[in-house]
């Protein structure tokens, strides 16, 4: 199976070393949307403080697959 790992940016750049394999792309968008949802909930109100936030998938090669990007106003 592929193996995809699941990046963020708010004050600083947190890059996954791990990853996790899943089926295909499709199945690591389903994660990224699962992720960044409990990430988001877990910042609660200090989610405000960051000028912009970024929760991205790349696979094996780097290559992004998808990404969130919430900007609070």
Known sequence: MPRYY???QDH???LD???L???DQNAAR???V????EMLKDLGGAF???????F????ESGAEICALRIAPG
């Open 56 to 59: 991205w998938v790349t696979d």
């Open 6 to 8: 699941f990046h963020y």
């Open 21 to 23: 394999e899943l089926a």
């Open 34 to 37: 699962v992720a960044a949802a």
């Open 12 to 14: 600083l750049t947190s």
């Open 48 to 54: 405000w403080d960051s000028p912009n936030w970024r």
């Open 30 to 32: 389903v994660q990224a």
């Open 17 to 19: 070393e791990d990853g």
